[in-house]
């Protein structure tokens, strides 16, 4: 596939500080670019970074036609680069553009464009542990028009930010039983925008009661869980996984898939089905083992050290010797090339 690729002059990478810096602010040298309009993909372009510049009517700024991607890519040893499961991302990100009614990228541009482009920006990721380098392919209706229709031309882009550790500490967190993230038929399943937007202000009343994050439940009777915040949620009840389908109202996580795959090959038995409260609440008091955890590309496993229900405050079990652990490590292992990648998860580079 031709991409036709304009090096940046000067790097920024000797600026940047790898011991200090936040995520998600500092892109790197460069950024990939492709235009659809007329019904056709015009050539992409990797480009140095730069800032783009839109109509005030193009259609993204106010009917929320945009859709977006999260993955990572690491540094193993001996400096090859892994693009973790780029495939279904690519799969992912026409799901929701889809949904959204935005054409689909073509696999090879999703793919060949995002190789290309980690490719030109290796040095800008770490080999420090728990570093990577996050890419943000993202797409946006561009079309300079006020109506109530689809747009005819679109942006796809990706850019890429440098990301240590996400979170550092295991995760308070509250059922959020008041504010909804998706009901069935809706566009929960999508990674648009929207999604994102409206979850902010349920999430920040959470943080003001010292929260770290909300876990959703169902939009018709706020009994049963869903996901939390950017991550699936899972629970290990005296040894058994349990997580919430996939259905229209939580999205489809890559890590949620990877960690399901692993736990089955190592043994651990897996349920997905719905999960009420009242039974992970029941296995609290009964004082059954419950781990409870988030699994996102992000923060890859985050472990919940408090689960509050109502008035009611549980701790799960988060010690070094969990189970959730030890899923970690698998996939660790694997993104790293330490572990066999029998799957064919990983994109060497
Ligand atoms: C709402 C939501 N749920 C779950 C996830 C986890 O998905 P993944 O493992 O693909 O990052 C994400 C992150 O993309 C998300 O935004």
């Known amino acids: 596939m031709q991409i ?15 011991d200090n810096f936040s995520f998600g602010i500092e892109t790197t040298d460069h950024i990939l670019v492709a235009q659809y309009a007329q ?17 005030p009517l193009a259609m993204c700024f106010h009917y929320g036609q945009t859709v977006f991607e999260g993955l990572k890519a690491y540094k193993q040893s001996a400096g090859i680069i892994n693009i973790f499961r780029l495939d279904k991302h690519a799969e992912r990100m026409n799901k929701s553009l889809r949904r959204m009614c935005m054409p689909e990228v073509p696999r090879e541009l999703f793919i060949e464009g995002t190789k290309q ?34 747009s ?14 996400y979170y550092s500490k295991p995760l308070k967190v509250k059922v959020e039983r008041e504010y909804v993230r998706a009901v069935e038929g809706g566009a929960g399943a999508a990674k648009n925008g929207g999604n994102y937007g409206a979850a902010f202000y349920p999430t920040i009343q959470a943080n003001t009661q010292g929260y770290d994050q909300i876990l959703w439940t169902d939009a018709q009777t706020h009994n049963y869980f869903e996901e939390s ?35 089955k090959h190592i043994g ?62 698998h996939l660790q292992n694997i993104r790293l090339g330490i572990s066999q990648d029998i799957w064919g998860w990983n994109t060497l580079l």
């Not at 899972?234 to 919430?244: H, W, Y």
């Open 4 to 18: 036709h690729i304009q090096k940046a002059e000067k790097s920024r990478l000797e600026a940047f500080n790898f």
């Open 39 to 55: 019904n056709q993909w015009a050539e992409a372009k990797i480009e140095p970074y730069r800032e783009i510049s839109l109509s």
């Open 117 to 150: 482009l980690v490719n030109l920006e290796r040095n800008w990721i770490s080999d420090k542990e728990g570093y990577s380098l996050y890419l943000r392919p993202f797409m946006i209706a561009t079309e300079s028009r006020l109506g109530l229709v689809p």
């Open 152 to 165: 005819q031309e679109y942006l796809f882009m990706v850019v890429a930010t440098p990301m240590a550790s």
């Open 229 to 263: 915040g950017t991550m699936n949620l899972m629970f290990i009840v005296n040894g058994t996984l349990l997580t919430p389908p996939a259905g229209s109202t939580v999205l489809e996580g890559v890590t949620r898939d990877s960690v399901l795959q692993i736990a």
């Open 268 to 329: 651990i038995s897996v349920e997905e089905r719905p999960i009420s409260i009242a039974e992970i609440q029941n296995h609290f008091e009964s004082g059954s083992k419950i781990e409870a955890f988030g699994v996102g590309t992000a923060a890859i496993i985050a472990p919940f050290s408090q689960i509050d229900i109502n008035t009611k405050s549980y701790i799960p079990y988060f010690e070094a010797d969990a189970q959730m652990f030890v899923l970690k490590k």
